[in-house]
């Protein structure tokens, strides 16, 4: 499996609707924090800076939205547990900076899908699902893509995209898996891959 699999679905996703958010509002709710973030990341990756400088600014907006160190913890799965401190440490970096790149680098197939928030529902006393739909050109079928919301502390965090029923991070955590399982459950095979793909190696 290619690194280009371990996130196809979630960039694909994700990063068109991140990319396609109306006007910014108050982050005082799950739908308004997932449209402002949206529209900032639009400013930030439509602007006439240099791609480094780009990267470096949704960078600083991926960490503010999404909770990464969740997702990596869950996206690795059980491995995790037997993971050293160093080993976590790097698959978290190394997981963040291949997504954050290919958001970056993809915003170039940007094809005018238009984005619309159709509700919010609570799923518990913290988490919400806001539920939204990408209509698409030529007479496409529509996507489906919920957001995980979480209220931690005094904002929000992104902890899972759904996409027509589909949970990102669990695919991403099975597509992980494979990896691992194919290289005699090392660790270090998939820190290797990914490094190699996001110039780290």
Not at 26 to 49: C, E, Y
Not at 55 to 65: D, N, P, S, T
């Amino acid at each position: 499996m290619s690194p280009r699999r371990i996130t196809r679905r979630l960039l694909a996703c994700t990063a068109t609707v991140l990319l396609f958010f109306g006007i910014a509002r108050a982050a005082d709710d799950p739908a308004s924090f997932i449209a402002d973030l949206g529209k900032r990341a639009v400013d930030v990756l439509t602007s006439h800076l240099a791609e480094p400088q780009r990267e470096a600014q949704f960078r600083a907006l991926f960490e503010e939205g999404f909770d990464v160190p969740a997702i990596a913890r869950f996206v690795l799965g059980p491995y995790w547990r037997t993971a050293t401190d160093s080993q976590r440490q790097e698959f978290t970096n190394l997981f963040e900076a291949y997504i954050v790149h290919a958001y970056t680098v993809r915003f170039s197939q940007y094809n005018n899908q238009q984005f619309k928030i159709q509700a919010t529902r609570p799923e518990n006393s913290t988490t919400s699902l806001v539920v939204s739909q990408i209509t698409q050109p030529d007479n496409k079928p529509p996507v489906n893509v919920d957001w995980r919301v979480a209220k931690i502390g005094s904002g929000y965090k992104i902890e899972d995209v759904l996409v027509e029923g589909i949970s990102m991070a669990v695919t991403e955590r099975q597509e992980i898996a494979s990896v691992i399982q194919r290289n005699g459950g090392q660790i270090d095979a998939l820190l290797k891959l990914l490094r190699e793909k996001s110039g780290r190696g």
